[in-house]
């Protein structure tokens, strides 16, 4: 078993804040420039060209596992599996887990072929036999699967938004690349971790690499709260290099932060060079998200480790560094920026941590403010652009009941509530539909959570598509209809539904939430009463049937790339990949208003908007009025 640093005695934010103060920061001089997109506004809509993650990645510390190999195990019971091998953060497994056994792997880590779930290291451990699995695990648990923070071809930004460092950190999840700089105390930001690769340079989601976040997010986020920062090469996790630069970084800055490699994982360094080196006076605090924050000295300079997700990193330096460093600036303590408003729902929470709720912001049909939760995990960089501020909720706190009020700390005082807030599926003629709308906002969280959201009247339109549910809720403002099928590889002999359910293609399919699987399963259904046997058994006869993906391209994508044969498609996507399609047949994609907001201005010019749509649908195949 690796040796991984626990956190065990976390100091409280009130200590954390005065560490912080503690540290001595001094103006640099005004030099270099920096990567940088922020106070830029987009002339076009920005679409995610490739899946964020690009890989499925094991969530947490553990062990990867066949979920059905777990099945019964509990701390009473344990299952014991074969260790096949480990796999880091950044590299490409060279293990398969058969059934029976398991692979030890790293937060972040590339899923190995055969897993489909990760049991977390706290339930486990190493005996002379093998692993010993001391809970049941589903398939998907503690894995983040490839797209699930951002997929290919989804509307990521659209035209008109100003980019602040919430928006800079999902650019340089997409590879954009910009460059800006401000002369004020200088901050050394360094970025760790070999899975890291700079926006503009090749990629390879295979081996588990991606694009480096941070050093981008958080120099916005210094050059706001008026520092001078200076990015410095990226940095992996080989301990001799890192020392190096982060004393290169110490001996030209007044202040250092590095991001990635202070949490407990295997492969951590930076806690170790900081120990060796310097002075370090805080490791842990009781936050989420945020908890492995790490101060200290290296030689002269002040020294902070943030943590290397960026929500979480972005959220420590604002409550915590921000404050020290507008003082070394000489600059006014910054405007307030909170509003207070109702909980459109209600949220749970059991830790016994202070939280900084990621939050974003509605106004109701009679203009009150209703604050809902914008929480994909610490990982999911559009956790960045979705929320517009963070509500604090106080340890000990299990529950905030819908309608209670709460005070919104805001991303920064030129937040503004969206003007139109959809929920939904994820289509084509939608997006192109959005950029006509000023400063909306959209999540592409299928039709199934569409339909729950408007059913607590949380959004203002839902977007639904495939049959219509007998209790469908809003009311319509229109819609179109949209071919749907398979896109099929150019050597693949699939040719219809039967053909897939009949032979041995590999087949990716959508999840359950979207309209395309309801219309699909539907058909499935129907072939299955027609051969007298029941949907489980047409549904078991289709290799990958289980294999979803989340968002409306990734299926045909994943085809394209080689690594399927079929996929449920649009034909639309499959036209423009290349490749071959088979028709299965059309659905209806709604518009469902919020009847309590049909007299919103915005609801309303939308709903002109969906009056007059031949020329969007003329653009795209497949697509009609």
């Known amino acids: 078993m690796s040796d991984r640093r626990e956190f065990r005695d976390l100091a409280a934010p009130e200590e954390a804040r005065a560490v912080v103060e503690s540290l001595e920061i001094s103006p640099g001089t005004e030099t270099v420039a920096l990567a940088d997109a922020r106070d830029r506004v987009l002339a076009e809509r920005v679409d995610a060209a490739l899946d964020v993650p690009g890989f499925d990645r094991a969530s947490m510390d553990g062990y990867a596992v066949r979920a059905r190999d777990t099945f019964g195990a509990d701390e009473a019971t344990p299952t014991t599996l074969d260790l096949a091998g480990t796999v880091h953060a950044g590299e490409e497994p060279d293990v398969t887990v058969e059934p029976g056994t398991a692979a030890e792997i790293s937060t972040g880590a590339v899923m190995p072929a055969g897993a489909d779930a990760v049991v977390v290291v706290e339930r486990t451990a190493e005996t002379a036999d093998g692993v010993e699995i001391r809970t049941a695990v589903t398939p998907g648990e503690n894995v983040m699967p490839a797209g699930a923070d951002i997929a290919a071809g989804a509307r990521a930004l659209g035209p008109g938004t100003r980019v602040t460092p919430r928006e800079i950190g999902l650019l340089s999840a997409l590879g954009v690349e910009e460059v800006a700089v401000r002369s004020r105390p200088r901050v050394g930001i360094v970025s760790t971790g070999d899975e890291l690769v700079r926006p503009g340079e090749p990629l390879n989601s295979a081996a588990g690499e991606i694009y480096d976040v941070n050093s981008y997010a958080l120099a916005a986020a210094v050059e ?198 959809g929920v939904g599926e994820d289509d084509p003629l ?160 709604r518009v469902l208003a919020n009847p309590d907001r049909t007299g919103k201005e915005s609801v309303e010019r939308l709903a002109g908007l969906l009056g007059d749509l031949g020329d969007l649908a003329a653009s795209l195949d497949g697509f009609e009025v």
């Open 224 to 421: 706001d709260a008026g520092g001078e920062p200076a990015v410095y090469p990226h940095a992996g996790d080989d301990f001799e290099a890192l020392e190096t630069l982060l004393h290169e970084a110490a001996d030209e800055c007044d202040l250092v932060l590095s991001s990635g490699s202070t949490s407990a994982g295997a492969v951590d360094v930076v806690y170790r060079v900081i120990e060796e080196r310097g002075d370090p006076r805080l490791h842990g605090v009781a936050v989420k998200p945020g908890k492995p924050m790490l101060v200290g000295t290296i030689g002269e300079s002040a020294y902070v480790g943030l943590p290397g997700y960026p929500v979480s990193a972005l959220t420590i330096f604002r409550v915590f560094v921000v404050p020290a460093l507008r003082e070394a600036a000489g600059l006014p303590e910054p405007r307030t920026a909170t509003v207070t408003g109702e909980m459109a729902v209600e949220e749970r929470y059991a830790e016994g941590r202070l939280r900084y709720m990621p939050v974003g912001l509605v106004e109701d049909g009679a203009g009150s403010t209703l604050v809902y939760p914008v929480d994909k995990g610490s990982g999911a960089t559009t956790s960045l652009v979705d929320a517009d501020g963070t509500v604090a909720v106080e340890p000990g706190t299990e529950r905030l009941p819908a309608g209670e009020r709460v005070e919104v700390t805001l991303f920064s005082p030129d937040v503004r509530v969206p003007t139109l807030f």
């Open 430 to 589: 939608w997006s192109r539909l959005l950029d006509r709308l000023d400063a909306p906002r959209y999540l592409p969280t299928g039709t199934a959570d569409g339909r729950r959201r408007l059913r607590q009247s949380v959004p203002d339109v839902a977007v639904v598509a495939g049959p219509e549910a007998d209790d469908e809720p809003g009311e319509a403002l229109g819609g179109w209809t949209r071919e749907w099928g398979l896109a099929v590889a150019p050597d693949s002999d699939v040719s219809d539904l039967a053909a897939l359910v009949d032979g041995a293609a590999r087949f990716v399919n959508r999840d359950g939430g979207s309209g395309l699987r309801h219309s699909l399963d539907a058909q499935l259904t129907q072939l299955a009463d027609e051969r007298g046997v029941s949907p489980g058994e047409v549904t078991d006869a289709i290799d990958g049937y289980d294999l979803t993906v989340g968002a409306t391209e990734s299926p045909a994508r994943t085809v394209a790339a080689g690594e399927a044969d079929a996929g449920l498609a649009l034909r639309t996507t499959a036209a423009s990949l290349g490749l071959q399609f088979v028709p299965l047949g059309t659905e209806r994609v």
